[in-house]
């Protein structure tokens, strides 16, 4: 991904430097009010010139707080940041920060637990077998100890509380509660309404008070499915060798932060509990907030819940300077999936110039439109998807530069390729209007991305991880715009980009890998009692009644006008009353299932040049103002979007009606679309996603007979000229568009800006019906693609009845109830009670129209060897759903919160419209849902599952590795097992 300046200030503040100052924020203590924490003084570090108004402060026991107010909706992106991850595992043991990122979820001595005193017994027993296993070589004396600490896991789970932590978040109406591990942090995410903060620092407060290791060898069986994910995973092999060339001194090449398969067999409770003491400590934590609060009592709730943990020293991760690279360093990989090149160039740590010059290097390569490796290498189709990016560490960072090739071109004539660009700078032999323009795109960027409260504590996350001063975030406009190209040029030229790179080729191959695997251990399904529940988390519940937040539904009567441009053709019609940034979308009513060259003809549409411009003047003349659009081809749509700049509509409409009316044939640019498409298609038949998610579904719902079917044979996609792709796209516009607008301009101008256009010259109104016959699913089949992989992916597909507007609520309860996250029944009978799969989940489908059925999706992630038994168990859930009131209870009060706190906001206001209009709403159908939950009861979800979900006939497509022993036989019981090729699922 595209490393960005993840903060730039706003247009007008960018020729200023911010300065820092505190500010004094005394507090009048009234007469009789005697709660000391109350009235405690914090003064905020403020910086001036930013936008985001962040709110830094320090508490006395040096834990920073970053506070940034955003009232667009209800709600309050959390993140608690540690800086620790897997640079700082011990040699010895590495894994152990992403290890206890996966175990904070699971309760301390008061949450989790129904009797700790009793439940530490057994699990000081566990964590000393743990030691003696640790130590043994003897297979069977190892086998013997395991045995004991599952005995004893047993034992010690019947004390234990079932995702509690996860019902806690879901209770106050929790999304996006998550984790993740990097080299330089770990940081626990989640967002909640704005009315919650109190209880989600209570929660979060107790989260690291006494965090106990709990369900821990199921816990580790998760770890060790996404080690074995990892092995499948070969870009991130790919990925991992360039690292471990890179960095020869430090930990970012040296160790992976899920720890290699040795250590992974071989935990340490011990080496857990000390990483936990040694780095999660006030003075090495940050808590950042963004969204609808007030900043005053936010830092004083933070300050009673968290002001209170004690410092201690954090010794700080050293490593010795890395020598020098002087040549190219070259590797290769053998992979079953697509041939692919990384490249990178090592660079110093975050916050330096050398970092700020290498990012405009990467942005002078590849900008997504302008760039060199975007004009001389993507748009003329010489390689397939070639980027660029800058990765910036706490210690280390450097340029990563990658692609696929085209077919027929071997990776070292693509490493050339793009060698050919960075040359190009080095000569200086670019535009000098491009770093202007570069700076202007960075502006654009961040105008979007910091309206939305994740990106806002991203960003603020980086600069703490790093150790850079806030100001200097809000700086790196000023510190940008400053670079000229003369700066540029002589850095390129400089030692960092000599001929010192690191090059992994990774090649295809049909040979099987050999791979090391974290092996299945043998475990006792935990049955821990439904019943169980600790008593914080009663106490939660009952204390758990803030001043609610009243729903908001969007009104689109009066949100949205709407006025005929054109008999026919209607302008759906919102004010943007918050920013300058415009969003103008025609859409058409044909789509793939009309024409399977569609995409094609879009694709080629984009490629080409026009009567005035090439191809490339085109991509120039678009990034000097800020526009952009796109083409989206659906099955029965399309969308044209244009966006961008209110002071560039009229240009940036006219470039784009210039470029749909004249733009030009060309066979040179039709040639290498082909090519590439033949080479996209080749791709795809080695990566198992595509297989599972594309190829077996298909052939599972529609049977031989699918839209996959349809698309043009190789044979005939190379017959194809330029014309014929030009005739398919200009056939868009034999058809009325509706419009959809989203900016500051009026009714008025905008209908007189695209009146006339060649967007509206078409006079049919809808398209011929089209569809494809699903299959009925009748009876259980069993659809198996081989492929050599670590673990099995398995879906699980059940067509059940057309959309019913009055099973909305029921069915959002269902989902919620049943596979909605780590609280719900599929996650915790699959992997926290079992440990069967990493990845599980089941919904019951809502159609996007109304003429298309609703399905029943299961999912399974899962090692080869616990395929049968993951399967036997989803079907059992699948079959057999848990009836719980508590449960139930949550589900609703989980759901009233979520959509008392969701917010219908800018340009969503339309896409919402559109999407509901197809449902026949007229209205919001989340005000719909929310009015009938209360009417709802757990027979009501009992009998939506009998009818929708329990006892259906699955069809289950499966890619796994077909060498392991006995899976095509045992897989018979379920149903008709059929062996498909690549060839069944795709015939071209």
Known sequence: MKYIFSFLTVVVLSACISKSYNVQ???????????????????????????????EYTLKNGLKVFLTVNKENPRIQTQVCVRAGGKNDPSHAT??????EHLLFKGTSKLGTIDYEKEKIELDKIKALYEEYREVNDTLKRKIIYHQIDSISTLASKYACLSEFDQAHSLIGATGTNAYTSNDNTAYITNIPSNQLENWLKLESERYRDPVIRLFHTELEAVYEEKNISQDNHWR??????????????????QTTIGTVEHLKNPSIVEIEKFFKEYYV??????????????????????????????????????????????????TIKAPDASSILMAYRLPKAGTKEVYLASMVDMILNNSKAGLIDININQKQKAVGVYSGITVNSDYSFHLLGGSPTKGQSLQELRDLILSQLEIVKKGDFPDWLMPAIINDFKLRELKALKNNRNRVAVINEAFVHGLDWKKKVNEIHMLSSITKEEVVKFVNGPTYRNNYIAVYKEKTDDKLDRKKVPKPEITPLDIPKSNQSEFLKDFIANNDPMPIEPSFIDYKKEISIDEVKKGVKLHYCKNESDELFSLTFIYPIGSYHNSKLSLAVQQAKLLGTSKYSSAELS????????????SVGQKETSINLSGLT??????????????????????????????TLQVRENSLSNPKSLLWNGLQNYAVYGKQSPLNDQLSNRHLEALTSKDLLDDFKHIFIYKPQILYYGESSVERVTSIVKNSGFLKGEILESPQMDYQRKAMNQMEIYVLNYDLKKSEILFLSKGTPFNKKELATNSVFNEYYGGGMSSVVFQEIREKKALAYQAFAVHTTAKDTTKPQYTYAYLGCQTDKTIEAIESMLNILNNMPKDTVKFSQSILALKQQLASSRTTRASKLSSFWANQKLGFAESKNEQIYSNLNGLNLEDIVDFHRENVANNQYSIVIVADLSHPKLISELGRFGNV???????LYPY
């Open 95 to 100: 894994g152990l920060a992403h290890y206890l």
């Open 647 to 676: 002071s560039q509509l009229d240009t940036s409409f006219r470039l784009l009606n210039h470029i749909i009316s004249e733009v030009q044939v060309n066979q040179e640019v039709a040639d290498g679309l082909i090519q590439k």
């Open 25 to 55: 924020n005394p507090i009048r203590v009234e007469e009789g009010d005697r709660d000391p924490l109350k009235y405690k003084v914090f003064n905020p570090k403020i910086t001036e010139g930013d936008p985001l108004n962040v709110r």
């Open 237 to 254: 092999q790919q990925y991992y060798l360039m690292l471990s060339e890179l960095f020869k001194k430090h930990n970012y090449g040296l």
């Open 978 to 984: 059929k062996v498909l090729t690549v060839d069944d």
């Open 620 to 631: 120039q003349e678009m990034y000097k103002i800020g526009m952009s659009y796109s083409i």
């Open 282 to 331: 006030p003075n090495n934590m940050a808590i950042i907030l963004s969204g609808d609060f007030d900043p005053d009592s936010a830092i004083h709730k933070i300050d009673k819940y968290f002001g209170s943990f004690e410092p201690s020293e954090v010794t700080p991760y050293t490593f010795e300077k890395e020598n020098p690279i002087t040549k190219p360093i070259e590797r």
